[in-house]
């Protein structure tokens, strides 16, 4: 099976920053696109920001600018760097990849269990 573990996730002030990393694992032959998405309270999962393997990066309009993605390839990792964080970032944020593993023919998208990210006015 494929496991993807976050961690990073935490309370920080507004303005402050935090680094969440997810780190797959498992019987995996290729990571194809990784990404971020969050859920806050009461609202639906959004798309935080995505990376291909070759490093083409994709982010939503509220964390441009803000957030960066960026993975590892040797490591099976993909990490979100947060800076300027607001109020509104409060969420928990799940990591998200789709894999070729030695367990399944296809390629099946897999979920981290998330992490929470409280930000504080």
């Known amino acids: 099976q494929v496991q993807l573990v976050e961690s990073g996730g935490g309370l920080v002030q507004s303005g402050g920053s935090l680094r969440l990393s997810c780190a797959a694992s498992?019987?995996?032959?290729?990571?194809?696109?990784m990404g971020w998405y969050r859920q806050a309270p009461g609202k639906q999962r959004e798309l935080v920001a995505g990376?291909?393997?070759?490093?083409?990066?994709n982010y939503a309009d509220s964390v441009k600018g803000r957030f960066t993605i960026s993975r590892d390839n040797a490591k099976s990792t993909v990490y979100l760097q947060m800076n300027s964080l607001k109020p509104e970032d409060t969420a928990v944020y799940y990591c998200n990849a789709d894999v070729r593993s030695y367990d399944f023919k296809l390629v099946k998208n897999f979920w981290g269990q998330g992490t929470q990210v409280t930000v504080s006015s």
């Open positions: 498992g019987s995996i032959i290729t990571i194809y696109n």
């Open positions: 990376a291909t393997p070759g490093g083409t990066t």
